[in-house]
């Protein structure tokens, strides 16, 4: 059959009798299915596979955008790295998955004002399965190859129904997605633990009802086209050694998704092919200013040693710490720029301890970028093992002129809430790939004014520390890739 028409008829087949289908308190989820079924793609899959994460806070947590009232338009932010989401660590430490995510107000989430995003970040907060399957046909069109399925909690927590129930709800959804072809891996439900708002009492049967479901997930694990992420031996370790994995006994901190990710990173690695998505050649249509690093001419403030030429490195307000620059080459053409941090007798009143690397400001027009131009942007790094990094964020800020900003697009480690939360726990330097993912250059009939020039003068890269930490820290980075970038929409069929 066309592929088209083979869309249209299994859409419309799952429209009809799903396309009105809302939560009910006591309802369980019951309806036949289409009976087109298409095959699986052969695992693994190719460089470039879409994965999509799919369901309730957890990745709506992922990325996000933020509008601000304008006079006379307002300022969009897109968010697309936050660590304590299902999908946001995913394209910082590998580069094999097409994770694009972009501004589009026109998604089945927007009823949310965070989640007008199309891409791999398809989440909303507080939705129940029975909500998700009223939304599928939307996602299934856009032909992920992945889905990452994060669901269920919500129903346990405010549905009166019984395992069954909820088992069924669930088998509702994973029966349209196999027949799409599209594979699934399963993350379980996090039981709610605590004393906080939103978590159960001990004696609270939810318990009962939430584990319950997670071994029924846990039991379809080698179904055909569906994988399971169980979680719980890592997450119930860090527990009983007192580690907090939640921000409020509900939803998981960037500590408690880097341990779930433990176990999700080994399953995706099996299934796409390993390489580059995004290229890494600093050398093709680059159209940062700073080149391959080279050079020991950069500015310096409150940081000691050599900077790159054309950079600025500059130490947060209020620290003591000594930062040391330094550079390691590469190849031909090519270094990396090295800060080793001692963190030690820090005056600050903020835990958080901050390095900004910035540049001279980017003018789009002489740069060649123009409204309606895609961009991609990104650069390799390490991080020293430590459990003290607070994030590592990278943006471009779009002004216009005098200093006005339009839009920004944000990637990289974005730790939320890092003055009181942790980072990722390293048991190994972490070698990561911070991307900001190809975003529109914005125009007025984007709701946003032109922008002129990238204001990378101010704080385009901010790497944050612990200032109490007693280990000595090194940040190791790659030259920036900044260039013009291809139209994502269309490989998500938009």
């Excluded at 699986?40 to 509008?67: D, E, Q």
């Excluded at 050398?283 to 310096?300: D, I, Q």
């Excluded at 720029?337 to 301890?353: G, H, K």
Aim: proline share 6%; aromatic share 8%; charged share 20%.
């Amino acid at each position: 059959m066309d592929l088209q028409l083979y869309r249209r008829t299994f859409l419309a087949g799952l429209l009809s009798q799903f396309g009105s289908y809302f939560v009910q308190s006591s309802q369980a989820v019951s309806a036949a299915m289409p009976s087109i079924r298409r095959d699986l793609p052969g695992l693994p899959l190719k460089v470039g596979a879409k994965v999509m994460g799919l369901g309730h806070s957890f990745v709506a947590n992922s990325g996000y955008t933020v509008i601000y009232p304008g006079n006379p338009t307002p300022r969009i932010d897109i968010v697309t790295a936050n660590w304590l989401g299902t999908i946001g660590p995913l394209r910082n430490v590998d580069n094999r998955f097409n994770l694009d995510c972009w501004y589009d107000p026109t998604v089945p989430t927007k009823a949310a004002v965070t989640g007008r995003m199309a891409g791999a970040i398809a989440g909303r907060g507080g939705e129940h399965i029975p909500q998700t399957l009223a939304r599928l046909p939307w996602y299934i069109e856009r032909a992920p190859d992945i889905i990452v399925l994060d669901i269920g909690t919500n129903d346990v927590a405010s549905d009166k129904i019984t395992l069954e129930d909820a088992i069924a709800r669930y088998e509702a959804l994973l029966k349209p997605l196999r027949d799409a072809g599209i594979w699934v891996v399963c993350m379980l439900p996090v039981d709610r633990i605590g004393h906080s708002v939103g978590a159960w009492p001990a004696s609270d049967p939810r318990h009962v009802l939430s584990n319950g479901l997670a071994d029924y997930i846990v039991s379809v694990d080698g179904r055909d086209g569906v994988k399971v992420v169980d979680d719980r031996e890592v997450l119930s370790k860090a527990i009983a050694e007192g580690i907090a994995i939640t921000e409020d006994d509900v939803h998981l901190n960037t500590v408690g998704q880097w341990l779930r990710y433990s176990v999700l990173l080994p399953i995706l690695r099996k299934m796409v092919t390993e390489g580059d998505f995004y290229s890494r050649d600093v050398t093709l249509a680059n159209l940062s200013p700073l080149g391959g690093f080279l050079g020991e001419k950069g500015k310096r403030f409150g940081v000691e040693g050599v900077v790159a030429d054309s950079l600025v490195a500059t130490r947060g307000g209020g620290q003591t710490d000594r930062i040391t620059g330094s550079k390691e080459i590469v190849s031909d053409g090519l270094e990396r720029q090295i800060f080793t941090i001692d963190p030690t007798d820090n005056a600050n009143d903020s835990r958080v301890c901050t390095l900004t690397l910035s540049w001279p400001d980017m003018d789009l027009e002489k740069l060649g970028l123009s409204v309606g131009d895609w961009v991609e942007a990104g650069f390799d790094y390490e991080l020293s093992e430590s459990n003290d990094w607070l994030g590592l964020e990278f943006s471009l800020e779009a002004n216009s002129r005098p200093a006005i900003c339009r839009y920004a697009a944000v990637g990289g480690m974005v730790v939320r809430l890092n003055a009181t939360q942790n980072g990722p726990r390293l048991t190994a330097p972490l070698s990561g790939r911070a991307t900001i993912p190809r975003f529109r250059l914005l125009g007025s009939d984007d709701v946003a004014v032109p922008a002129d020039y990238f204001r990378s003068s101010l704080r385009p890269i901010r790497l944050h520390w612990n200032k109490d930490s007693s280990d000595t820290l090194v940040a190791k980075f790659s030259p920036i890739i900044i260039r013009k970038s291809t139209d994502p929409r269309p490989a998500w069929n938009l």
